[in-house]
């Protein structure tokens, strides 16, 4: 049995990672959060200690370490984006792995830092890439690395989340924190496009503002016209007042349509780090890139067949 950490705990995705630690029989045994709304805890792990000051829980931590039967093995790191270098750094110092949630952090220059930190203290850090244990994409992946002479795929990429009025008004809300809807809810969808289609080779911004943007990624196996929102007027007519998320890849004309099978991707990617198979810095280090690109680059007119067709209407 491992101990555990979480540094974020009153957050959205908290909890995921508590019925992660829950599922695969291990111990939550200190959390914090600078809010105290955090009474999910008493249904999973009811005798964790809790701390809302970094400082106490740091300490905390460091008293653990004189028992090796108590002593913490991982940080689970839930916390706002900005804070998630500062957190991992702490925890790699504290002597633990690391578990943190996406976007790792938001420039190529950080992973750099953060891979310096785990060679002064021996220890790892592993991103949650929980689309890269999705079934669907696992079975695309497949199908295209048996295809490897058919040339570039045509794909398009729509990913709708609607979020309410609270989202602007929070942290989600400044581009300083969260680094802009792009990498906030696409950084796994970058991801998952490197790890099906290989080198990321070009990147062009066609639409952005606070709560969309679109545009245009060239990898080695596809050409990818790509919409991501979270206004829930872009939900398909079909979908809009019966369900919240649209998810959508089309390839080559073939809908792939994966809006489920999200429930137990948390476990699974708990499960496959504790067994050594977790995906570190090398690997988050891809879709890093890639937010970093579209994050810094110019909006610029769609050039044939670029535009993904919710650009069209956007444009008007």
């Not at 005798?47 to 991982?74: C, I, V």
């Not at 890439?129 to 490897?148: K, M, T």
């Not at 969260?178 to 496009?193: E, P």
């Not at 679109?214 to 790509?226: I, K």
Request: some cysteine; hydrophobic content about 40%.
């Amino acid at each position: 049995m491992k101990n555990f950490a979480i540094v974020g705990a009153a957050g959205y995705i908290a909890p995921r990672h508590m019925r992660a630690i829950k599922d695969l029989g291990h111990n939550l045994a200190v959390a914090y959060d600078i809010n105290d709304s955090v009474g999910i805890i008493d249904s999973i792990f009811p005798d964790s200690a809790f701390f809302t000051e970094f400082e106490r829980f740091q300490e905390y931590a460091y008293q653990l370490k004189r028992d090796a039967s108590d002593r913490l093995h991982y940080v689970a790191v839930c916390t706002p984006n900005y804070l998630h270098h500062a957190h991992v750094a702490a925890a790699l110092r504290m002597g633990c792995d690391v578990i943190c949630e996406k976007p790792l952090v938001p420039t190529p220059d950080l992973v750099d830092e953060l891979m310096r930190v785990e060679q002064e203290t021996g220890k790892r850090v592993f991103n949650v890439l929980q689309l890269r244990h999705h079934d669907a994409i696992v079975g695309l992946r497949e199908q295209v690395a048996q295809s490897p002479t058919r040339g570039k795929s045509e794909v398009e990429v729509t990913y709708i989340t609607s979020r309410g009025k609270w989202y602007m008004e929070s942290w989600k809300g400044d581009p300083r924190k969260s680094y802009g809807v792009a990498t906030n809810i696409g950084v796994h969808f970058y991801d998952m496009l490197h790890f099906v289609f290989g080198k990321l080779q070009s990147s062009v911004v066609h639409y952005s503002d606070e709560v969309k943007a679109a545009g245009f990624l060239e990898y080695e196996g596809a050409r990818v016209r790509w919409f991501l929102s979270i206004d829930a007027n872009d939900l398909p007519e079909g979908i809009k007042g019966k369900r919240a998320t649209y998810r959508n890849i089309s390839v080559d004309g073939e809908q792939l349509e994966f809006s489920d099978g999200f429930t137990d991707l948390h476990t699974t990617s708990y499960r496959e780090i504790l067994a050594g198979r977790g995906f570190g810095l090398a690997d988050a280090r891809p879709c890093i890139e890639a937010v970093n690109a579209i994050r810094t680059s110019r909006v610029t007119p769609p050039g044939p067949g670029e535009a993904h067709p919710y650009v069209a209407r956007l444009l008007k």
